[in-house]
């Protein structure tokens, strides 16, 4: 008889108590994420969950055009009471490619805001390769929540509701953050291959700084071509960050790093660019060819850096030597970061950064 009690007590406890078993979750109401604010976009431009209007651009490689549609980097803020939180969101077709998971690639996750930073709440999980809906987080103490829901990184989002409960209110939050500094570059400042969109490195920088750092990386595409370099230069950037050095062959940084350089500093004389040398190959570890290939890289780039800094003192690199560990345990695939090659990254290029954008009263 004791055993009996002991266990309903427990029961009891589990379901809130005796009072409670039994009581259903008031309804969802869903608002329609346009309703709300949308950080990390470089233009105000549509579709709204495309990070550029590709019509406006026609000469940027196709590759870039299909790429852009992905909605890396972007995320919705809103503030809302609810004790929970749930998204109803529909994606293109693609699945997730071998080295992503689906969170990262077509789901997302959700930032709430707790003593002063950003405290990850949860995750909204793909249920297929189209359509979903998910509780991202629920059973939260009532009260006012300032929220950050990051995008799917790899594919395109064509739409998004928030559910909360329906005696709950919800509302546009401010943009949390300052500044506008763009990252340019590959499919590591895309965010491959963190395990979901909130740690690809510009979110994490944008979370840990207070900055708002543009994702504008471009999976095998951040090629440095002529028609990607007069697209980015005029915008209104405070700080301008070049992470595409992995995917243009060494011929093609010789004979397009001048030229990105050169026509960013037509439209922004004195702003900091900061070049970031991640052709960190833990593949060129055994594979010699690609180790070959990597040094190539490296030689071209510290040469043409060198030649630029000569005639321009607000041009800054940050080498890759050491950049994901030496143990070599910082990669999905021997080329992309993993969680925790993307947090030995930052260790490196997060304070250099803020070294830099602090000369500039930034």
């Not at 340019?184 to 963190?194: L, M, N, P």
Request: hydrophobic share 40%; charged share 20%.
């Amino acid at each position: 008889m004791i055993q009996f009690w002991c266990r309903l007590f427990l029961v009891c406890f589990a379901l809130g108590l005796t009072g409670k078993v039994g009581a259903q979750q008031p309804s969802v109401i869903f608002t329609d994420a346009r309703r709300l604010t949308l950080t990390g976009k470089a233009w105000n431009s549509q579709p709204f969950y495309h990070r550029l209007d590709t019509a406006a651009y026609p000469a940027i490689p196709a590759n870039v055009k299909r790429l852009a549609t992905n909605s890396a980097g972007l995320a919705i803020s809103f503030k809302t009471n609810s004790t929970r939180i749930l998204a109803r969101w529909c994606t293109s077709s693609h699945a997730p490619s071998g080295n992503m998971t689906g969170i990262a690639y077509e789901g997302m996750d959700l930032y709430i805001q707790r003593d002063n930073r950003w405290q990850y709440a949860g995750v909204a999980s793909p249920k297929s390769h189209t359509c979903s809906e998910a509780t991202i987080v629920e059973h939260m103490a009532s009260g006012d929540k300032t929220c950050l829901l990051f995008l799917p990184t790899y594919d395109e989002t064509l739409s998004l509701e928030i559910g909360i409960d329906s005696s709950a209110s919800i509302s546009p939050a401010d943009n949390p953050f300052k500044k506008n500094i763009l990252i340019y570059g590959s499919s590591i400042t895309q965010g491959a291959s963190a395990s979901r969109p909130g740690l690809a490195y510009p979110a994490r920088l944008s979370r840990e700084t207070g900055y708002n750092f543009i994702n504008l990386g471009f999976s095998g595409s951040g090629k440095m071509e002529p028609e990607v370099a007069d697209m980015i230069a005029p915008l209104a950037m405070d700080a301008y960050i070049l992470d595409c050095l992995p995917n243009p062959s060494p011929a093609e940084i010789l004979a397009r790093m001048s030229n990105l350089i050169h026509t960013i500093r037509r439209f922004h004389p004195q702003v900091p660019i900061i070049v970031i040398q991640t052709v960190a190959r833990e593949k060129g570890t055994f594979d010699q060819q690609v180790a070959a290939v990597v040094a190539l890289k490296d030689l071209y780039s510290n040469q043409e850096i060198k030649k630029l800094q000569e005639q321009d003192k607000h041009l800054y690199l940050i080498r890759a030597d050491g950049l994901l560990g030496h143990d070599q345990e910082g990669t999905t695939d021997g080329i992309h970061p993993n969680d925790l090659g993307f947090d030995r990254m930052l260790q490196t290029i997060r304070p250099a950064i803020l070294s830099i954008l602090s000369r500039y009263g930034i």
